[in-house]
């Protein structure tokens, strides 16, 4: 913190007192939004134009990047546009039999009773 903490303590926010950001940080999400746009738009309208946001821009070039066949390019959209693709994951013990869950609370008891 910059400055005098004193000065601003009056300010602070007070335990007990509602809070002063309920809804939390803004889920602003730009580049999200920007692609989602261009993901619906037409071959013809990826022409950046100066009048576009950054994240626009960005998402334009990216998805004629795609079009081109760079793989990585339409990787990206598709994460930012439908998020990341959910992957299954097996876990095996010793000689693949399958791993046993045990309460750990119970083995915890067992070692400290010992």
Do not use: F
Not at 4 to 20: E, F, I
Not at 45 to 59: E, N, Y
């Amino acid at each position: 913190m910059r400055g005098n903490p004193d000065k601003t303590r009056p300010y602070r926010w007070k335990k007990g007192c509602p809070s002063p950001n309920p809804g939390g940080r803004p889920k602003r999400t730009p580049y999200t939004d920007a692609h989602r746009e261009i993901a619906e738009a037409s071959v013809k309208d990826l022409k950046i134009k100066a009048s576009d946001s950054i994240a626009v821009g960005i998402a334009k070039a990216v998805a004629r990047e795609a079009l081109r066949g760079k793989i990585a390019a339409a990787v990206e959209i598709a994460n930012r546009v439908e998020g990341t693709a959910r992957q299954r994951v097996e876990l095996t013990g010793e000689n693949s039999d399958p791993i046993q869950i045990e309460d750990v609370h119970e083995r915890l008891m067992e070692k400290l009773l010992k």
